[in-house]
């Protein structure tokens, strides 16, 4: 099965424990989240969280993911099926290059016919949406909140 990806990557200031620390908590989401927003829900293995999605120039929606994988300081990865032909996988990830220093990832993989022709039709806007996603979570790092 053919998949379509993407990802926007931007350093930030701060140790992945901050990083963690805002990423972790799925209530503060609204404050610098502009794109996945009323978050309600646990990390767990196998856990469900509900949530608004709200990508610009997309209509809004409310759904409910489960969570694939997460690894404290390092990734929060969510999978969504929208139909046989139409799986979204939603990740962010933390790499620290130094004390400090890390390099935050966050991203959407689509697989199925679906997905792809939904990735290929909205790519400008999901760009924007994980570049929008990112500057926000840097910003919430760094200013403390």
């Not at 690894?71 to 130094?98: C, D, H, M, S």
């Amino acid at each position: 099965m053919e998949s379509a990806k993407i990802e926007h990557r931007i350093g930030v200031q701060a140790g992945s424990e901050r990083l963690w620390e805002v990423l972790s908590d799925l209530s503060g989401w609204d404050r610098w989240n502009p794109v996945e927003t009323a978050l309600d829900g646990a990390i767990a293995f196998g856990g469900r969280i509900s949530l608004t999605e709200s990508i610009p120039g997309l209509i809004d929606r409310a759904t409910t993911v489960r969570i694939g994988d997460w690894q404290p300081y390092a990734q929060l990865i969510w999978a969504e099926k929208r139909g046989w032909a139409f799986n979204t996988v939603r990740y962010f990830e933390i790499e620290e290059l130094e004390v400090g220093s890390c390099i935050v990832s966050n991203g959407f993989i689509f697989t199925g016919l679906r997905g792809e022709l939904f990735h290929d039709k909205h790519r400008k806007l999901l760009r924007a949406a994980c570049e929008s996603v990112g500057e926000g979570l840097r910003r919430e790092v760094l200013s403390g909140g």
